[in-house]
């Protein structure tokens, strides 16, 4: 059993993370944490949401889950998740992150709002990945708007991507935000880019880790 722990409080979101994960060929239970926010933007939305991401892993653990995902791309929790599971714990950013140095030589993440740039800024950085990084960039868009009008705020995120290939001059941008899972079905494959999604990323890596 693979959980995968939305540590916010929008079910939708956690139903589009699960969708995606079945697309990548893996199947895993999604679990949403309803005492956590609405959605986790900025570092009082973080702190905020630990305490109960913290007991749904904890009883996600104690149920005999084989991997545990954290469903936040700031990786909110994680380092305490890990010391409390008996399984092993992916954060959806920490494992986007990996694929995207694997996958070419420099990477940019586009996300959400800038008051989330810091702190992927230094996720990246404890991760080892600076030289790796081009940059992080903000598309302006709130993550419930991405959860609730994907239509519509996709030519946000899209132009975002298509500039950082431009200015920073990476052939990988990571999508930074859990609820940009659609993306991908926004975007032209011609483009010379390649998406790397941390849902995806962290389903594929739960899947083996989970053997």
Request: with cysteine; net charge negative.
């Amino acid at each position: 059993m693979i959980v995968l722990i939305n540590p916010n409080s929008t079910e939708a979101m956690t139903q589009a993370m699960v969708e995606t994960a079945s697309k990548a060929g893996v199947v895993v239970e999604g679990w949403t944490s309803r005492d956590g926010p609405a959605a986790i933007q900025g570092s009082a939305d973080g702190a905020a949401c630990i305490p109960p991401l913290l007991a749904l892993v904890r009883k996600a653990s104690d149920a005999g889950a084989q991997a545990i995902i954290i469903g936040c791309f700031d990786d909110t929790g994680l380092d305490a998740a890990r010391e409390i599971a008996a399984c092993p714990v992916i954060g959806i950013g920490q494992a986007a992150y990996h694929m995207a140095v694997l996958a070419g030589g420099r990477f940019s993440v586009v996300t959400s709002l800038a008051v989330s740039v810091p702190i992927l800024e230094d996720n990246i950085h404890a991760y080892g990945f600076t030289s790796k990084l081009a940059r992080v960039r903000a598309c302006g868009v709130p993550v419930l708007d991405l959860e609730t009008d994907p239509a519509g705020t996709a030519p946000a995120v899209v132009g975002e991507i298509k500039r950082a290939v431009a200015e920073d001059k990476v052939d990988v941008v990571v999508l930074g935000c859990a609820g940009m899972v659609h993306i991908p079905a926004y975007f032209c494959e011609e483009e010379p880019v390649r998406l790397i999604d941390g849902v995806t990323s962290a389903a594929q890596l739960a899947f083996l880790l989970a053997k």
